[in-house]
């Protein structure tokens, strides 16, 4: 919601012009969560059969949020 407020915020005080390519955008979405729940079903996967793999857990949830706050601190465009 907040970013829904700056974007029209900032559309409305530069007179910005949006160009969106929804196609993209929604490419970009479902490969990230597709990414996202690969890896939440491997951690499980792991957690299970291991039964103590609490440091394996600790290290994939890590890595799966580095990677959400990247993909979401960045635009598309600017990731190689």
Known sequence: MNLLVYLLAGVAVFR???????????????????????????AATVQIALQKGSALIWLLGSGLWFLSELFSQFRVCRVP
């Open 16 to 42: 910005a012009a949006i160009h969106v390519d929804l196609i993209s955008c929604a490419v970009a979405l479902v490969l990230s969560l597709a990414i996202a729940l690969s890896i939440g079903v491997l």
